[in-house]
């Protein structure tokens, strides 16, 4: 199932999230200095994507049976990936920071792994930019957070 996303986020973030999480996205442990390097934040129900773009945001989410191999990893300039459970069969894609559910995709609840591949980051000038997220989601029970390939125009440690 692919599902094509295009909409309008502040603070160059937003989320995937359990429907039925807290999501603590306001803790001290969230958006930490390695979360922005990394361009992803962790809290139990929710992954934080960090975007280039301020704004507008175009991508598209793809609920896959397996995880498949990165055949060009050229074409990106930032790929990672982690876990997250979804209890309530429920994955969205949410906007911030007015949380607008921007799509739902029914699943079975479980643990999944997340890779969000970031491209035309460059791009970016002010607040928008040609900057495209590609996010694959599959059953797994690997929760750890892993960095394929980082992009570093900036870094705050």
Not at 36 to 65: Q, S
Not at 79 to 85: H, P, Y
């Given at each position: 199932?692919?599902?094509?996303?295009?909409?309008?986020?502040?603070?160059?973030?937003?989320?995937?999230?359990?429907?039925?999480?807290?999501?603590a996205?306001?803790?001290d442990?969230?958006?930490?200095?390695?979360a922005?390097?990394?361009?992803l934040?962790?809290e139990t129900?929710?992954?934080?994507?960090g975007?280039?773009?301020?704004?507008?945001?175009?991508?598209?989410?793809?609920?896959?049976?397996?995880?498949v191999?990165?055949?060009?990893?050229?074409?990106?300039?930032h790929?990672?990936?982690?876990g997250i459970?979804?209890?309530?069969?429920?994955?969205?894609?949410?906007?911030?920071?007015?949380?607008?559910?921007?799509?739902?995709v029914?699943?079975?609840?479980?643990?999944?792994?997340?890779?969000?591949?970031?491209?035309?980051?460059?791009?970016?000038?002010?607040?928008?930019?040609?900057?495209?997220?590609?996010?694959e989601?599959?059953?797994d029970?690997?929760?750890?957070?892993?960095v394929?390939?980082i992009?570093?125009?900036?870094?705050?440690?």
């Amino acid at each position: 199932m692919k599902f094509p996303l295009d909409f309008y986020t502040s603070y160059s973030q937003f989320y995937i999230y359990d429907k039925d999480s807290e999501g603590a996205t306001a803790s001290d442990t969230f958006w930490t200095n390695d979360a922005f390097n990394d361009r992803l934040a962790i809290e139990t129900g929710v992954l934080g994507v960090g975007t280039e773009c301020y704004g507008p945001v175009k991508a598209e989410l793809e609920i896959l049976n397996t995880s498949v191999n990165i055949t060009d990893p050229d074409s990106y300039d930032h790929i990672v990936e982690a876990g997250i459970e979804v209890k309530s069969g429920t994955i969205q894609i949410i906007n911030c920071p007015d949380w607008t559910v921007q799509l739902e995709v029914e699943v079975d609840p479980g643990f999944y792994r997340a890779r969000i591949y970031s491209s035309n980051l460059a791009s970016v000038e002010g607040d928008e930019g040609e900057d495209f997220y590609r996010i694959e989601i599959w059953p797994d029970k690997n929760m750890t957070k892993k960095v394929l390939k980082i992009y570093t125009p900036y870094n705050y440690n």
